[in-house]
């Protein structure tokens, strides 16, 4: 468990630094260096540990490496294709993996927030894992699905034809709608989720209904359908490893 959520960590926050700062290496180097710090502050520094660390810490930078390709002019598929193998690989391993503790299970022994009491540190480094990723990762992740099906052309980004400039506010809704989907199947609540499905489409009707362009209304249709459903599949997939 904890190994995946080691994984997570690195991916999420490679995409977070990514689309705050978009500078080449820095962000997959960033997010492989704390991926193994906070591995290592955990105490998993057993050999086994340490060589899942190093082997992390490089699927991280190929992620970060392929997505820049993936955006550009290589394939986006493959991209999904190293998340994807990566993933699973770490999930049939992750049995091999050793208990962490460290300073983390420290500071979750000495935390007053009820919802934290009683958490161990490998339960804790997959949530955290899981909710960074709900972050910029899931719009990464919907983004590539949309190039590699032809919706979208990721070498227009930004551009008046871009469909994501024709429906701003994607990129912010996004990260919250999966927060939330995820927020909500913790506490139990997995049938709620089915509220923001429908409230998206309401709040998103107006726009994909107003355009005379029957083109461009049918182009904006298939990007909101598919990149909603990757999105909310993206959310409640994240949901099943906390289960």
């Not at 992620?63 to 550009?72: D, I, L």
């Not at 992750?94 to 300073?103: K, L, N």
């Not at 699905?145 to 990721?154: C, F, K, S, W």
């Not at 904006?220 to 999105?231: A, C, P, Q």
Request: hydrophobic share 55%; with cysteine; charged share 15%.
């Amino acid at each position: 468990m904890s190994w995946i959520g080691l994984l997570l960590i690195g991916i999420g926050l490679t995409d977070l630094v990514f689309s705050v700062r978009p500078r080449a290496v820095v962000p997959e180097c960033v997010g492989a260096s704390v991926l193994i710090l906070v591995g290592l502050a955990c105490d998993l520094t057993s050999a086994t540990d340490v060589v899942a660390l190093i082997v992390m810490a490089a699927v991280v930078v190929a992620w970060g490496q392929t997505v820049t390709r993936g955006f550009g002019r290589g394939p986006a598929w493959l991209p999904l294709v190293v998340l994807g193998v990566g993933l699973a690989g770490v999930i049939v391993v992750s049995g091999e993996a050793g208990e962490a503790g460290g300073r983390l299970q420290t500071w979750l022994d000495d935390v007053a927030l009820p919802v934290l009491a009683g958490t161990d540190a490998d339960w804790a480094l997959l949530l955290a894992g899981v909710l960074l990723v709900q972050l910029s990762t899931g719009n990464v992740v919907v983004r590539l699905v949309l190039a590699a099906t032809g919706t979208m052309d990721p070498r227009r980004h930004g551009e008046p034809e871009d469909p994501e400039m024709r429906l701003k506010g994607g990129r912010l809704l996004g990260p919250m709608e999966r927060v939330f989907i995820v927020c909500l199947g913790l506490a139990g609540y997995v049938t709620a989720a089915s509220i923001v499905v429908a409230a998206k489409g309401l709040l998103r009707f107006p726009e994909l209904s107003s355009r005379r362009d029957q083109d461009r209304i049918h182009q904006l249709t298939e990007y909101f359908l598919v990149g909603s459903f990757v999105s909310w599949l993206f959310a409640l997939g994240s949901l099943v490893l906390l289960a």
